[in-house]
């Protein structure tokens, strides 16, 4: 098992970037409060959660690309919890209720260019570049997270 905490909780009336809350319900369709302008590609109850992580996020921001926590959809953004490995069936509990199961990893699309410096937003692409990718997730369990609450990877 592999532990971290939530460093950002992020929600939006629809689109990118996504902004910071100190708390959330979560559903089985998300958080509550969190809307999707595109809901053929995004949201539902397989992608009900996008996950990412602080550290790779400021590795990004290393290489030059401008991206912030919530700037990639992402509603939860990790810190001390090692995502490049991450499949499709692993488990997370968020906070003390929530559990999650990652379904897929996201597929990059045109609404985050602003977050690369380049324009090339397949730069978080699994298929291009493994373990880069951020992650959907089902809600198997649904409740309260909050910013600071644990974030522990159940394999």
Same mark, same amino acid.
């Given at each position: 098992?592999?532990?971290?905490?939530?460093?950002?909780?992020? +929600?939006?009336?629809?689109?990118?970037?996504?902004?910071p809350i100190?708390?959330?319900?979560?559903?089985?369709?998300?958080?509550?409060?969190?809307?999707?302008?595109?809901?053929?590609?995004?949201?539902?109850?397989?992608?009900?959660?996008?996950i990412y992580?602080?550290?790779?996020?400021?590795?990004?921001?290393?290489?030059?690309?401008?991206?912030?926590?919530?700037?990639?959809?992402e509603n939860?953004?990790?810190?001390?919890?090692?995502?490049?490995?991450?499949?499709?069936?692993?488990?997370?509990?968020?906070?003390?209720?929530?559990?999650?199961?990652?379904?897929?990893?996201?597929?990059?699309?045109?609404?985050?260019?602003?977050?690369?410096?380049?324009?090339?937003?397949?730069?978080?692409?699994?298929?291009?570049?493994?373990?880069?990718?951020?992650?959907?997730?089902?809600?198997?369990?649904?409740?309260?997270?909050?910013?600071?609450?644990?974030?522990?990877? +159940?394999?």
């Amino acid at each position: 098992m592999s532990a971290g905490r939530i460093y950002q909780i992020n +929600v939006s009336s629809g689109g990118v970037p996504k902004w910071p809350i100190e708390e959330g319900l979560v559903t089985p369709l998300g958080i509550v409060g969190d809307d999707h302008r595109d809901r053929v590609n995004h949201g539902g109850p397989e992608r009900a959660l996008c996950i990412y992580s602080l550290e790779q996020i400021q590795a990004l921001q290393e290489e030059g690309h401008p991206v912030q926590p919530g700037w990639m959809g992402e509603n939860v953004t990790t810190v001390g919890i090692d995502l490049s490995t991450v499949k499709p069936g692993d488990r997370f509990r968020l906070g003390e209720q929530v559990l999650v199961e990652v379904t897929r990893y996201t597929t990059p699309c045109k609404n985050i260019i602003a977050s690369f410096k380049d324009g090339d937003f397949t730069r978080v692409s699994h298929k291009l570049y493994p373990g880069w990718s951020r992650f959907y997730v089902r809600v198997l369990r649904g409740g309260w997270i909050r910013r600071g609450d644990p974030v522990q990877l +159940v394999r």
